[in-house]
């Protein structure tokens, strides 16, 4: 029976836990990452990988680190290959050559665009309208591996992070069944990167999702998007009042004749802002210590009058 061993942790690792199983190969080992505090109790909470793979009835290993000396646990025998998908720690040489047929990662963009963390992000904000999955063959640098197997998918033009992030964890799961029987008898030959097309996906951080009103509108409904469901795009009006926004439209691609920041109106249909370059709209919202809203349902109990947006 072939063995795979898994590594992985988000939801976004678990549909590709699954059709391992499903295609009825011996999973002899879940790597994933340690319990975590979450919530607002910060309990002990286990990864989405880990309740599945103990649901599926697997053996799990969650080790604090890889790379320092003693840190490798002994694995056992030799699985036939391991498949990695957001793990979360670099893998070492050992453990890279530990499988017979080496590892191989599902890596959510067309490489070489988008090597690095946050690749589902960074290409909704560039307005990339295509992505896709990577099967690569991993090596000791971030995603430079060669490429196996490739499947792509077109953003859509009001798709957020979350949504995609959704769609391309299935279409990972489809391209892993794809591309195993070539990997495990070896016939497959994968690609080399062209390393001079590479651009770089970098963790998100918590600053980026605070609005700057001095950018485009196309600039900042993209932004919006990729920031949702996190960090969640964050305004602030000058009288102090913080305001998470969850969902904005262009309203108009052409220069407002009001500052950036201007709330040019506030209606049912949304808040109408200046930007640098066109209207946004902003339709939901959501105060602090609030639930998500539309812009009217805010506007019946909190007025904008006089106020603007600061960046």
């Not at 790597?31 to 599926?56: F, H, I």
């Amino acid at each position: 029976m072939t063995r795979i061993a898994f590594a992985g942790t988000p939801d976004f690792a678990v549909p590709c836990l699954r059709a391992i199983v499903g295609s009825g190969a011996e999973v002899p080992l879940v790597l994933t990452q340690p319990d975590r505090p979450a919530g607002r109790g910060r309990r002990l909470t286990a990864s989405p990988v880990k309740r599945n793979a103990l649901e599926l009835g697997l053996p799990v290993a969650q080790p604090v680190a890889l790379s320092e000396p003693g840190s490798l646990p002994n694995f056992g025998e030799r699985p036939d290959l391991m498949v990695v998908i957001a793990y979360g720690l670099l893998l070492p040489r050992a453990l890279l050559e530990w499988p017979r047929r080496g590892c191989i990662n599902l890596h959510a963009s067309i490489l070489p665009r988008w090597r690095g963390a946050a690749p589902i992000q960074r290409a909704v904000l560039a307005g990339d309208t295509t992505t896709g999955i990577s099967v690569m063959q991993m090596e000791a640098g971030l995603d430079t591996g060669p490429v196996h197997l490739t499947r792509s998918t077109a953003i859509g033009p009001h798709e957020t992070a979350g949504e995609l992030h959704d769609r391309l964890a299935a279409l990972a799961a489809e391209a892993l069944l794809a591309a195993l029987p070539a990997v495990l008898d070896g016939t497959s030959i994968p690609t080399r990167q062209r390393d001079e097309l590479a651009t770089a996906a970098p963790k998100i951080a918590k600053a980026e999702a605070v609005l700057d009103w001095r950018a485009s509108a196309a600039e900042i409904e993209r932004r919006v998007r990729a920031f949702n469901p996190w960090p969640v795009a964050e305004a602030q009006l000058d009288d102090g009042r913080r305001l998470r926004v969850w969902e904005v439209a262009v309203a108009a691609e052409a220069a407002a004749s009001a500052p950036p920041g201007t709330i040019l109106t506030a209606s049912r249909a949304g808040i109408d802002v200046a930007t640098g370059r066109g209207v946004l709209r902003v339709r939901k919202i959501q105060p602090p210590s609030a639930r998500v809203m539309d812009v009217e349902a805010y506007l019946a109990a909190h007025s904008l009058d006089g106020v603007k947006f600061v960046f």
